[in-house]
């Protein structure tokens, strides 16, 4: 029964919760036994911060408090309660938004052990609609990477590959949701955090329009590029979830004032035969051709294909300025995170090292910013700090959000042609745990972001949805639509589309196609323990 359990999509659990089939205890069970099979152990007992030898996408899990929610469900549906939709479908949290009564560490030593005294806007959201959160989920330190290499509780791996990277930032979440440990799950997306991880992991990723949902409660890396949004293994899903969480929130000052959108009937509406007849669709040029793997290349053209086939009208949009958008998002990102992260000084937040001899206040905070943040957080530190100093910050963040308007521009001079453009997600499938020498060329991974970053300068909504397996290697590839800002509602309509095509074209699923993933972490676990991985 787990196993069937766990393989439904969340609208499907859903309704077999709403019709008692399934009781949301044994669905919350459920999961929780496909965590215990898949996250493995720890691969130092004595040193939590090296990671396990399974998944290791969860950082904390929630047993006691889940499995109390869902039978409060389980009770109100008794006594003939109205409930929410998704009310005893399980969730994970990425571990950058705060949740109280849990660890919210952002997969940082500077946070390690800290419990928030209070929820963030969309965890209110998910309790309200009764949703048990499973736990926490691993992430690259303060939400910074692409690879989830960068937590200091050790990697997340990939179900496709546990060599492999499950993307980043959110790579947690993503992984969760591709190995059945989670139906739904939250991520934040910052530059591609939720999309990226979504493409290579064969899962669904969504960027609402910024200012949609509420950043009250989630920890800041760029303020003005941080957007939560959901992951899923379906677009339907998704958009169920995106509702949930969307909304005004008077907390969050750049909290947008419109009614919540009717996502899940946009995707419906996509996936009904002739749903995407006369849509409009730009292709990208800047987005594809040189630089992308040719067999991500090669499931996008055949998308792209099946959308003409559907009746949608393909044509090619030029966006000149999105070759200076990585420089510009690097740029931005890193002077806000210098902002952001400047509290973290073992004087007001975070971790306190107090070192030998005279502890002055400014080697207390040097000594404890040296403990507590990554090679990563410290670099992006550093070059955002350099880039807002006297005599800098014209040249450099003031040219960044110079280009930032030429892409909002090219943005919109594509949408007075089209109604969603259309990309792959990420130029690569997933490379190998340690494959990136970030350290000699930080550009390497930097540039997984290339075509996800434009549409963060730009705040506007974006989805990435499995678009089938490269074939020299047979790992995913990720599709991704945009739309203009807060018309969220078209990428959903439009990735319910596709996804119907491509299922129809694949016989099912793309995760149909793997193996087992418990299995495949007790073999790996077992290869490790053997000193063969």
Request: with cysteine.
């Amino acid at each position: 029964m787990s196993e069937r359990i766990v393989e439904l999509s969340a609208a499907d659990l859903a309704v077999k919760l709403a019709s008692g089939d399934i009781s949301s205890v044994d669905a919350v069970n459920a999961h929780l036994e496909q965590i215990d099979a898949t996250e493995g152990h720890a691969v130092d007992p004595e040193d939590r911060h090296k990671g396990t030898d399974g998944l290791n996408a969860f950082l904390h899990r929630n047993r006691e408090g889940a499995l109390r929610v869902a039978k409060e469900v389980d009770q109100a549906r008794a006594n003939g309660e109205q409930l929410h939709e998704l009310a005893g479908v399980p969730i994970a949290v990425k571990d950058l938004i705060v949740t109280k009564g849990q660890p919210t560490t952002a997969a940082s030593r500077m946070l390690e052990g800290w419990l928030s005294p209070y929820d963030a806007t969309v965890t209110k959201n998910v309790r309200a609609a009764k949703m048990p959160i499973l736990g926490k989920t691993n992430l690259d330190e303060f939400a910074m990477g692409s690879s989830t290499e960068h937590s200091a509780f050790g990697p997340t791996r990939n179900p496709w590959d546990l060599n492999r990277i499950p993307g980043g930032s959110g790579g947690g979440s993503a992984a969760a949701v591709s190995a059945f440990q989670a139906p739904l799950a939250l991520g934040t997306d910052t530059g591609g955090s939720i999309r990226q991880p979504a493409a290579v992991t064969g899962t669904v990723g969504v960027k609402p329009t910024y200012g949609s949902v509420s950043r009250y409660g989630v920890i800041a890396m760029a303020s003005s590029l941080d957007q939560v949004g959901p992951c899923s293994r379906t677009v339907l899903d998704s958009a169920l979830l995106h509702e949930v969480i969307a909304g005004h929130d008077p907390q969050d000052s750049t909290s947008l004032n419109d009614p919540v959108g009717s996502f899940a009937a946009a995707a419906r509406q996509g996936a009904e035969d002739g749903g995407l007849k006369g849509l409009r669709v730009g292709v990208v040029k800047q987005l594809t051709g040189e630089g992308f793997q040719a067999g991500v290349q090669q499931r996008f053209n055949e998308a792209v294909e099946l959308l003409q086939s559907a009746g949608a009208e393909v044509v090619e949009v030029e966006t000149p300025n999105f070759e200076y958008a990585l420089g510009a998002y690097y740029l931005i990102m890193s002077s806000e995170v210098s902002s952001n992260l400047a509290k973290y000084d073992g004087v007001r937040f975070g971790l306190r090292v107090v070192p030998e001899g005279n502890p002055t206040i400014e080697r207390v905070m040097g000594a404890s910013r040296a403990a507590g943040f990554g090679d990563e957080v410290k670099r992006r530190i550093i070059l955002g700090t350099y880039a807002l100093s006297a005599g800098y910050y014209d040249a450099y963040y003031g040219s960044a959000q110079q280009v930032r308007t030429l892409v909002q521009r090219d943005f919109n001079a594509a949408f007075e042609k089209v109604d969603v453009l259309i990309s792959p997600t990420a130029p690569t499938t997933a490379f190998t745990i340690g494959g990136v020498d970030e350290s000699a060329d930080p550009m390497q991974m930097y540039l997984n972001d290339i075509a996800t970053i434009p549409t963060n300068l730009a705040g506007i909504p974006a989805i990435s949805l499995p678009g089938g397996l490269a074939p020299e290697d047979d790992l995913p590839v990720g599709i991704q639509f945009m739309a203009p800002a807060r018309e969220d509602a078209r990428v959903y309509r439009a990735g319910a589309g596709l996804e119907r095509l491509l299922n129809e074209k694949w016989g099912g699923p793309v995760w149909a196609s793997r193996n087992d993933v418990a299995t495949t972490v007790r073999d790996f676990a077992a290869g490790a323990a053997l000193g063969g991985k």
